[in-house]
């Protein structure tokens, strides 16, 4: 696949077979070097997509969560797996309606009406795996991995943070570790919104690109809304938690925060490596509320 933007012929014949008639075809892929995403329209405004995974780990997360979990959200509130081939990692998935809410214009109270959609639909997720065997322990480990995971970041950080910030990094991560179990779940992984589709002509919402779901710690499902939209918006974070049903725990809070806190370190980490300014700029600000005592 030397060229990305064109899909591979082997591919569209492939789609073509489970579809039953060869679609048109258009590349809608993200900016950056790892997307590989068509989309197939066939008549009678018939619309699939077509999407090749950039890891066999993600591969294997996303046709996993869309067979088993995300169907509880119901046929439009996430893909539906039309098929899918190991090989290629390739998955041929069904359209959600509507738009990632990230591209919308709404009123605020149309927004907080999607996050609280939103939020019902992660409830349904979270509650849809059974988390037994290997998997209940994978969950029960998942914030031990994000700690041990912070001093890595920490060192590939360098001088981007002070020495003051990088001591508040390292309590947190250790206070992390000392949290009670908290309450498990499948999780979607990657709950941006631009992952959340809002159809505002059905007023419904669905979640899309689960490559990054697991089992893991319900709260990690809200790491990355608490850093980017809800830090202007609380009452976006109201609505999302009002949509799921409840409020989370003062040890979840806690765990938020001191999640929070690493990922701001990623986020000064891959931020210059991608040369992408928001990303770096989300993970200054995140740290920067943080050393002021204003997360929440």
């Not at 809608?28 to 995403?37: K, L, M, T």
């Not at 996303?62 to 169907?71: G, I």
């Not at 990094?169 to 309450?183: D, G, I, K, Q």
């Not at 850093?227 to 609380?234: A, E, G, I, K, Y």
Request: include cysteine; aromatic fraction near 6%.
């Amino acid at each position: 696949m030397n060229n990305p933007t064109t899909l591979p012929p082997t591919l569209l014949a492939w789609a073509s077979r489970a579809l039953g008639a060869r679609p048109a075809v258009k590349d809608v892929s993200h900016p950056r070097e790892n997307s590989r995403v068509w989309r197939l329209d066939l008549p009678r405004a018939r619309r699939f997509y077509l999407k090749i995974s950039p890891t066999a780990v993600m591969y294997e997360r996303e046709t996993l969560a869309l067979r088993s979990a995300a169907p509880a959200l119901g046929a439009d509130g996430a893909p539906q797996l039309r098929a899918s081939s190991a090989k290629d990692l390739a998955l041929l998935l069904t359209a959600v309606p509507g738009r990632p809410l990230k591209q919308l214009e709404l009123s605020p109270v149309e927004e907080a009406r999607a996050h609280r959609h939103g939020g019902a639909l992660l409830a349904r997720l979270h509650a849809a795996s059974d988390l037994s065997g290997p998997r209940r322990a994978e969950a029960a480990q998942a914030l031990q991995a994000a700690a041990d995971g912070a001093e890595g970041h920490l060192a590939a950080a360098g001088d981007r943070l002070t020495a003051p910030e990088q001591k508040l990094v390292r309590r947190l991560t250790e206070e992390l570790r000392a949290l009670p179990p908290l309450p498990l779940a499948y999780i979607h992984g990657d709950a941006w919104e631009r992952n959340l589709m809002w159809s505002t002509a059905r007023q419904q919402a669905g979640w899309i690109d689960f490559e990054r779901s697991r089992a893991a710690t319900a709260v990690q499902d809200f790491v990355p809304m608490a850093c980017s939209t809800w830090t202007d918006r609380p009452d976006l974070r109201a609505a999302c938690l009002q949509g799921y049903g409840r409020n989370l725990s003062v040890e979840e809070q806690h765990a938020l925060k001191c999640l929070a806190a690493i990922h701001a370190v990623s986020c000064l980490v891959w931020g210059p490596k991608l040369d992408d300014p928001r990303l770096t700029a989300r993970g200054r600000r995140t740290l920067d509320r943080l050393v002021a005592g204003v997360f929440a």
